[in-house]
């Protein structure tokens, strides 16, 4: 079994898909843009890469299992033509097993022609609408919703694409960030709550669209602004034209755990610097939820700018205590049951030096089932810290989500039925503090948007049709 994460094994909510597309004013190796722009966009997605090229009234595409730079060997790479338009997907499954068959971009020949959908999100109501759809003689291939999405638009296209996009949207319930491409469109489409980010870049004459800024960067593409909630930009010869869904709701709903850990910390999602917002959760723990010790540090990668922000208000010097092995990439071979104990001393590894001694304020982004954490903290103790205290990006994770990231259950979840002092308990630390929903808000104060918090309230901006899947495990 491959394990596909940053942090250490069995503890990590994992991202749910990146999507990339390019218009270019003439025909070229777009698929190259591409292939940087998913590279940028990985963390999003290590189980499946793919790209599609539009030429000559046709579209060509790859997909394959792995890293972005595993699928796009040179070999693989060369099906690929010249081509004006490209658009590309990186995945980790949220509905769909993990198979070849479930890559992404979807290509298919509709009433528009050749036409390749890539998604990033997840719709509540999959299951109704493929049923309506069977009952209606379509056929499925997959097991994803996003063949379900692709359906859906060529239902309605009547030749018209737009249309086809408008009238499925109704339809639709959940987050989808979209880029749809025919042999003479681009087009990106950001559902009506504006749940998973998507923005649109320039390069010279080329038009971007990206789940995230960081990949605008790695094409030496400029930020334009975010495809705003409910709004379906249309590229093509004619230039950009932006449309909007019917009936929007009063206020979006971003993630905001894309602030928390899922986002690259380069990133700037609706205004808002994805860096910054962390840096300023640790300068709020540490002003509202301190503690004596002699040092801080974070856990690698993503919280080890909280934990600068921790030191600089508390006055606490900034101490490396967990080096990571950087050849260790996301995509770990999960040992087996008698290696478990030691897979996470694979990963990561405690400064003795360091840490011997003291007391330690350890800053993590969040906590999902805890396994890692516990391990932590023991592999911190081991190395000779007196005090171990942890310090937590977010608040305590009380419920599932199904709105594309995996926790579908409460039986995952270390803080669903567990206080701050429990899950201190459970994980062997001297003390454990979380920030506020207030306070996860406060951190990303820059956004323009509203933020779905379902995770922490219980409360969805789309509650799901499928509620077997999130009962009570
Ligand atoms: S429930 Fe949590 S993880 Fe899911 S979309 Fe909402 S904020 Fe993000």
């Known amino acids: 079994m491959f394990l596909r994460s940053d942090k250490a094994p069995f503890d990590s909510m994992q991202e749910e898909c990146g999507v990339f597309g390019v218009y270019s004013s003439e025909s070229r190796n777009v698929a190259h843009t591409v292939y940087y722009g998913?590279?940028?966009?990985?963390?999003?997605?290590?189980?499946?890469?793919?790209?599609?090229?539009?030429?000559?009234?046709?579209?060509?595409?790859?997909?394959?299992?792995?890293?972005?730079?595993?699928?796009?060997?040179?070999?693989?790479?060369?099906?690929?033509?010249?081509?004006d338009i490209a658009i590309g997907h990186v995945r980790y499954s949220t509905t769909g097993a993990s198979h070849i068959l479930n890559a992404q971009p979807v290509v298919f020949t509709g009433k528009c022609g050749k036409i390749a959908v890539a998604h990033n999100g997840n719709l509540v109501n999959t299951r109704s609408l493929r049923e309506k759809l069977i009952q209606e003689n379509a056929v499925f291939q997959t097991t994803i919703d996003s063949e379900v999405i692709a359906s859906m638009i060529n239902k309605y296209s009547d030749g018209n694409i737009l249309k086809g996009i408008v009238c499925a949207c109704k339809e639709f319930k959940g987050s989808y960030s979209l880029v749809v491409m025919t042999t003479t469109q681009l087009i990106a489409v950001r559902d009506p709550f504006g749940i998973r980010p998507l923005v649109l870049g320039r390069s010279l004459d080329d038009y971007i669209v990206a789940s995230e800024t960081c990949a605008l960067d790695a094409v030496g593409a400029t930020y334009v602004r975010d495809v705003e909630p409910g709004e379906i930009l249309v590229i093509d010869a004619n230039g950009l034209t932006s449309h909007r869904m019917e009936n929007l709701p009063p206020k979006s709903a971003a993630c905001i755990f894309e602030y928390v850990y899922?986002?690259?910390?380069?990133?700037?999602?609706?205004?808002?610097?994805?860096?910054?917002a962390r840096k300023q959760a640790g300068r709020i723990l540490a002003q509202k939820y301190g503690v004596e010790a002699d040092i801080v540090s974070g856990v690698p990668d993503s919280a080890v700018v909280a934990a600068r922000g921790y030191s600089e208000v508390s006055g606490i010097p900034y101490v490396e205590a967990l080096a990571k092995n950087r050849y260790v990439g996301r995509t770990f071979i999960q040992p087996d049951q008698s290696m478990r104990e030691n897979s996470l001393s694979v990963k990561m590894n405690a400064l003795r030096a360091n840490i011997q001694g003291k007391r330690l304020i350890i800053v993590d982004d969040s906590i999902v089932r805890g396994t890692t954490s516990k391990r932590i903290v023991r592999m911190l103790r081991d190395a000779g810290a007196r005090e171990v205290h942890v310090r937590i990006c977010s608040p305590i994770i009380k419920h599932p989500c199904h709105l594309g990231i995996d926790m579908?259950?409460?039986?995952?979840?270390?803080?669903?039925?567990?206080?701050?002092?429990?899950?201190?308990?459970?994980?062997g630390a001297d003390s454990i503090r979380y920030l506020s929903v207030d306070d996860l808000v406060e951190t990303c104060r820059q956004s323009r948007m509203n933020f779905c918090l379902g995770c922490f309230s219980g409360e969805y901006p789309c509650p799901s049709e499928e509620t077997d899947k999130y009962k009570f495990e």
């Open 262 to 276: 899922f986002a690259r910390a380069d990133s700037i999602l609706d205004g808002c610097s994805v860096y910054e």
């Open 38 to 83: 998913l590279y940028a966009l990985q963390h999003r997605g290590q189980e499946s890469a793919g790209i599609a090229v539009a030429y000559n009234d046709k579209i060509e595409y790859f997909k394959g299992m792995g890293l972005v730079p595993e699928v796009f060997e040179e070999a693989n790479f060369a099906t690929l033509p010249e081509g």
């Open 408 to 427: 579908q259950t409460y039986s995952q979840l270390i803080g669903a039925y567990r206080n701050e002092e429990q899950i201190a308990k459970v994980l």
